[in-house]
Each structure stands twice: as C-alpha cells, then as structure tokens.
C-alpha cells in the first residue's frame, strides 16, 4: 500500500518516512493508520504548495537550508538529523529573513528567553543557533570567530533524571506485563541499549549467545552477550513463530515500534500493575549497568555497552544502592 504513497519510504526496513526535497521526516504508524494519513495529508501539501521565492542569501531561512543540505547534517546518525530539523524550523520561524551575520546576542537572547516556558526547548535553540554560527564559520559565510550565541548561558532549570528500575520493579512488571512488552523490556535490560535501538533489533542480530546492536546514536556496530533470561525468551519466540517479523519487538497489533510509541506503550502496561510506578526505557539502562557492576564488570565493559556518559550517570544509583544495603547490614549486625 505504502508504495502506492507518493515521497514514502519504508526506512531500515521496518517504519515509514516521507521525502521530497527539503522534507524528510518521519511517519507515525504505517500505511492504513489513521494517523498516518493524516501527517501523510499535511505533508503532501506543503510538498505540492506553490513555490516561494528563494530566500535572501543572507538570511536565517538560507543558512538553515544550506546547513540541512551539507555534508556534515548529512553524517549525522537519523535520530539526530530529526532533532535537528525540528529546533531549525523553530529557528526559521523566530529569525526567518533576519541576517544572520548581523543578528546580535541580545536577539538571539531574547528568543531563548521567548521559550522559557520550555527550557529544554530554548536551551536546544541556544545550542543550535550556535552550531550554525559554527558551520557558518567553516563555510566562510560570517566572519572568522564570528558567534554572537558564545557566552549566552543556558536557562536553568530542574532536570528530571530517569529513575532506574530496582530488582523489585522489574520482577513485578515482568511477572503482569503483556507479552508485546514483555520483549522490549527484557531487551534493554539485558542489552542497556537506548529504547530507539531495541526497537531496531531484528531477528537476523539474535545469534543465539550475542546479539548485534548498530547503536543510532553512534552509529557503531556492538556484539552484546545474550544473558540467558533474554535468550530463553527469544527462543520461545522463535519456537512459537515469532521469527516470522523482521523485528524481534512488535506492538500489541503485530507492528513495528518506534521509540516514542514504544515509551506510550510501556507507560499504558504500568497503569495496569498495582504498585508499580513509572518507570522509563531509559530507567532500564541504569537497572542494566547496576547488574553488570553486580556482576563484576570492569568500568571498561560497563562503558563499552552503555557508553560514558551514561555509565557515569548509572554510576551515582549504583554506589547509593551499594552505600544503603551497607548500611542495612550493618543495623541488622547490631540486633
């Protein structure tokens, strides 16, 4: 059906995207959802809109499209290229026919300041208007140096860390959640990928002892151990005619996921649980690095499946976790 779509593709072979010049995005759902036609509806026309005049070579609008067009938007991994192209149409809306090259700090500031509301939302405004002034530079468009953005700091505001799931958490979920989340769950857990990657795992990286993982984010190929839980799971799936999908976790309609309907998803499953509470994909991946330090891995092994960043994150659970059950033994040594 989806063929028939004019500016549709099926991307990595398992969710829908619409590509027409400028415009290339993604689809929610697949051909014959409502939703789907009606982003499909909305994207079609601003494809066959009447073209405007070209913008002013010194605009906002011009150097957001020669940056969308360059090389270096082009070697992003897609997750990125789709990040990006949202904070960049915020961009084109708040300056559009501005100059670039003689915006000042006070303008772009006050931009930042209009989204204050949304401060993750303004601080990924500031973060890209500075990037384009960086890229700007490279190009020689603006003069050398040239950033009116550097020095404006990001508004503060309280982050909200991802909970990680404790051993109770994940043993009360697994033992009510429905099967079409079951999967996704014990992936992430024993894999400590993100949820964009457990979406794409297909049958073709399961090898029975490892399953390969082309992280989004990094674009690098992993080899992960498959922990037994995991592999006797994905067995039975097998065993009970799983394999026939393409990807190892589908929804509870047989389709494929995609990050942000998988996190929909798993959040309905919770309501559901009496006592549980909620608890994220991304909570999963600090539950993943507490098991590997359980377990005796070395920084090295935890950082080389979870990545840096994250591992170091993880790592504040994991000595608190540590720190309390020191503690508990020590009260109950005193009775």
């Not at 697949?30 to 066959?48: C, N, T």
């Not at 070579?57 to 192209?85: C, I, N, P």
């Not at 014990?186 to 795992?201: E, F, H, K, N, P």
Request: glycine share 6%; charged share 25%; proline share 4%.
């Amino acid at each position: 059906m989806g063929k028939n779509l004019k500016y549709t593709y099926l991307a990595k072979g398992w969710y829908w995207r619409f590509r027409r010049v400028d415009l290339d995005v993604p689809l929610p759902g697949s051909p014959g959802d409502a939703e789907f036609h009606a982003r499909y509806a909305v994207l079609l026309a601003m494809a066959q809109a009447t073209p405007k005049a070209a913008p002013s070579r010194s605009s906002w609008t011009w150097l957001v499209r020669q940056y969308l067009a360059s090389a270096e938007f082009g070697a992003l991994a897609e997750t990125t290229r789709d990040d990006y192209s949202g904070t960049c149409e915020l961009i084109i809306e708040e300056l559009g026919e501005e100059p670039f090259a003689l915006t000042t700090r006070r303008m772009i500031k006050a931009v930042r300041d209009s989204y204050r509301a949304t401060p993750r939302k303004a601080d990924k405004i500031r973060q890209m208007t500075s990037r384009l002034y960086s890229w700007a530079d490279e190009a020689e468009l603006v003069p050398e140096g040239f950033n009116p953005v550097k020095g404006l700091k990001r508004l503060k505001h309280k982050v909200n860390p991802y909970v990680p799931w404790s051993d109770e958490e994940i043993e009360l979920y697994l033992a009510h959640a429905p099967s079409h989340v079951t999967t996704p769950v014990l992936l992430a857990l024993y894999t400590g990928q993100r949820a964009s990657d457990v979406v794409a795992m297909t049958w073709n990286d399961y090898k029975g002892s490892t399953i390969r993982v082309r992280q989004d984010k990094t674009d690098e190929f992993l080899d992960i151990y498959c922990h037994p839980r995991l592999r006797d799971h994905l067995d039975r799936l097998k065993a009970t005619g799983g394999k026939k999908a393409v990807v190892m976790a589908l929804s509870i309609v047989g389709k494929s996921y995609t990050a942000g309907s998988l996190s929909q998803a798993l959040a309905r499953s919770m309501l559901a649980i009496e006592e549980m509470p909620h608890r994220t994909m991304h909570g999963l991946r600090y539950a993943a690095a507490a098991q590997m330090e359980e377990a005796g891995c070395t920084i090295a092994e935890i950082a080389a499946v979870l990545g840096h960043r994250t591992y170091q994150m993880a790592m504040k659970y994991i000595e608190q976790r540590k720190a309390s059950k020191r503690a508990g033994e020590k009260l109950e040594a005193m009775a």
